[in-house]
């Protein structure tokens, strides 16, 4: 898993947000991501959009191929 397929993967389950992935230790695993919310996602409690980009790395959260995912979300 890269930053590439991280922004990928969730900018195109929620359409029109933005997302910005960094692989701030070089391990691979970990990862900060940053997203600029859609209507849907601010409709949303803090919780739930967490558990909602979380779901779709559940088999790589699962494996292990990704470790953490430090999620931010930005409101523009």
Do not use: C
Not at 33 to 45: D, F, G, T
């Amino acid at each position: 898993m890269d930053t590439q397929e991280i922004q990928k993967r969730i900018e195109t389950a929620f359409e029109g947000t933005k997302a910005a992935a960094l692989d701030p230790r070089g391990s691979g695993d970990y990862f900060d991501v940053r997203i600029s919310e859609n209507e849907a996602l601010k409709a949303l409690s803090r919780v739930k959009k967490h558990q909602a980009i979380m779901k779709l790395f559940d088999d790589e959260l699962k494996s292990g191929e990704i470790h953490a995912l430090a999620l931010k979300f930005i409101t523009l």
